[in-house]
């Protein structure tokens, strides 16, 4: 089985130290000591520039410093992204390409990675080039390809319905070129990324049995999601991974090492989306629907604030002087712009839209957090005028208010419950193809990893260990007769 796996490591800038610590010990630290203990195990792998600070800062050198080991023993490759986690296909084309640079500044500092920008700025040679682009939340537009290509990446990950709003129309005997430009886009499997994100395959022997005619007769197999599955959403699926690349019927790949076998390139017209997207969505014609859903007044309101913070610190009269020219002007007024286009960057983060949308997630916390940040932007940019700060002062009081008022009046949880059944539908949906003995392997295996968690006094972690066999059980009872 010829199987290219992606995975995703990110935190927001806002992230908290416990969450950051939390979920670097249950799962980025797992995944890489895994991948050392296994010679043999490859993937790619996107690690957010803005992580790699959060784990500077709080003390995780060492996860830094065993990727830097994986690279260098050609485990793993690293893609370029945007720093700061941002919706791309929202943003002006000037904020896309910062984004970019400064996560490759990030990803040069840590692991001495040069992405196609730097080289052509220092000409220097990095020791491994970043070839491949991930854009966060998988958030795809032919426009934002174009970007990526110019600037010098060769491939580009999307979902696959960027290939067409339908599922399994992707042929993987093939590779893929952006209509228009020289970039190689690659779709991920969606239903074969959902079954193991959504815990269904809980045991190696049931990955391999139900992905046993992928990846095979001049085919690969292309998965892709969040580090966090492996752990932290999923306790003990980590040990799963491992499981499944210590199997000799694996024949794990990168994805720029696609490249280098022949298979055929065709070009195709490709499509907005993310990988969050549900049909749901493309029956309503609105492919970014988590972020920026026409009917979420929060979402307008968020995104009209978010555009007047890259108005007031574009306009300003520093925007576009180099550091030597910057140098040469009043100091007061030049800090007053750095804090303001550091403030900025920060601030475009895709999670205060993600948490805002109660489609089925939801966190006034969130949301609060990144209004807030985006407000501060226009305070602090020198050039703001009065009506802009008290326009940006508005928006952050209408986004909080109606934040509470959605919950006091229960459109929150109506609109979560919604979203959450019908995830969990699909879910149930899928587990129904499995005999009464698999459920119960996995039910037996999900045990195992509640009873070592509550020995270890993991017990909240324990109890969503709980929860899922419950349903598991409750799912046995309906659908299997004894």
């Given at each position: 089985m010829l199987w290219v796996n992606f995975l995703h490591f990110y935190q927001p800038p806002t992230q908290k130290k416990?969450?950051?610590?939390?979920?670097?010990?249950?799962?980025?630290?797992?995944?890489?000591?895994?991948?050392?203990?296994?010679?043999?195990?490859?993937?790619?792998?996107?690690?957010?520039?803005?992580?790699?600070?959060?784990?500077?800062?709080?003390?995780?050198?060492?996860?830094?410093?065993?990727?830097?080991?994986?690279?260098?023993?050609?485990?793993?490759?690293?893609?370029?992204?945007?720093?700061?986690?941002?919706?791309?296909?929202?943003?002006?084309?000037s904020e896309i390409k910062r984004q970019i640079y400064l996560n490759e500044l990030s990803l040069y500092k840590y692991f001495g990675i040069e992405g196609p920008i730097l080289s052509k700025k220092y000409q220097d040679g990095g020791q491994i080039s970043l070839k491949g682009f991930f854009p966060p939340e998988m958030a795809y537009s032919s426009h934002l390809a174009r970007i990526v290509g110019e600037l010098g990446y060769r491939w580009i990950l999307a979902e696959e319905l960027s290939y067409a709003y339908e599922f399994g129309k992707i042929d993987f005997s093939r590779l893929y070129k952006v209509k228009g430009t020289d970039l190689i886009i690659f779709f991920r499997d969606r239903y074969s990324s959902f079954k193991v994100l959504s815990g269904q395959l809980a045991t190696s022997k049931l990955f391999l049995e139900e992905f046993k005619e992928k990846g095979t007769?001049?085919?690969?197999?292309?998965?892709?999601?969040?580090?966090e599955t492996f752990g932290h959403h999923r306790p003990g699926l980590d040990k799963t991974l491992a499981e499944i690349y210590r199997d000799k019927s694996i024949d794990p790949k990168k994805i720029s090492e696609l490249l280098e076998l022949?298979?055929?390139?065709?070009?195709?017209?490709?499509?907005?989306?993310?990988?969050?997207?549900?049909e749901i969505d493309i029956t309503s014609g609105v492919p970014f629907a988590r972020w920026d859903d026409p009917d979420n007044i929060i979402h307008k309101m968020q995104w009209d604030l978010t555009y007047l913070a890259i108005e007031c610190v574009?306009?300003?009269?520093?925007?576009g002087l180099k550091d030597e020219e910057l140098s040469k002007l009043s100091?007061?007024?030049?800090?007053?712009?750095?804090?303001?286009?550091?403030?900025?960057?920060?601030?475009?983060?895709?999670?205060?839209?993600?948490?805002?949308?109660?489609?089925?997630?939801?966190?006034?916390?969130?949301?609060?957090?990144?209004?807030?940040?985006?407000?501060?932007?226009?305070?602090?940019?020198?050039?703001?005028?009065?009506?802009?700060?008290?326009?940006?002062?508005?928006?952050?009081?209408?986004?909080?208010?109606?934040?509470?008022?959605?919950?006091?009046?229960?459109?929150?949880?109506?609109?979560?419950?919604?979203?959450?059944?019908?995830?969990?539908?699909?879910?149930?949906?899928?587990?129904?193809?499995?005999s009464k003995k698999d459920v119960l392997e996995?039910?037996?295996?999900?045990?195992?990893?509640?009873?070592?968690?509550?020995?270890?006094?993991?017990?909240?972690?324990?109890?969503?260990?709980?929860?899922?066999?419950?349903?598991?059980?409750?799912?046995?009872d309906k659908n299997y007769a004894d």
């Open positions: 416990y969450w950051v610590d939390k979920i670097t010990e249950e799962s980025y630290r797992k995944i890489v000591d895994h991948l050392l203990q296994n010679e043999n195990a490859k993937l790619t792998l996107n690690v957010s520039a803005v992580l790699c600070e959060l784990w500077d800062t709080y003390g995780h050198h060492d996860v830094i410093n065993k990727i830097r080991t994986l690279l260098e023993r050609g485990q793993i490759e690293l893609t370029g992204s945007a720093k700061y986690h941002p919706l791309l296909p929202k943003l002006p084309d007769s001049g085919k690969y197999f292309l998965t892709a999601m969040d580090g022949p298979f055929e390139i065709c070009e195709v017209e490709t499509l907005p989306a993310t990988w969050a997207l549900m574009n306009r300003s009269s520093f925007s100091e007061f007024e030049v800090e007053k712009y750095k804090k303001a286009r550091n403030l900025l960057d920060r601030s475009l983060h895709s999670d205060q839209f993600w948490w805002a949308s109660a489609k089925p997630w939801w966190s006034l916390e969130m949301i609060e957090r990144g209004a807030k940040e985006l407000s501060d932007v226009v305070d602090t940019a020198p050039d703001s005028t009065e009506k802009d700060k008290e326009k940006a002062r508005k928006f952050y009081f209408d986004i909080i208010t109606t934040g509470f008022e959605w919950q006091r009046t229960g459109k929150v949880d109506e609109t979560s419950r919604k979203y959450d059944e019908e995830i969990k539908m699909v879910v149930d949906k899928d587990l129904s193809k499995y996995m039910v037996d295996r999900l045990t195992k990893e509640m009873n070592e968690l509550s020995g270890n006094l993991e017990f909240e972690r324990a109890t969503q260990l709980r929860n899922r066999i419950k349903e598991l059980l409750v799912f046995i």
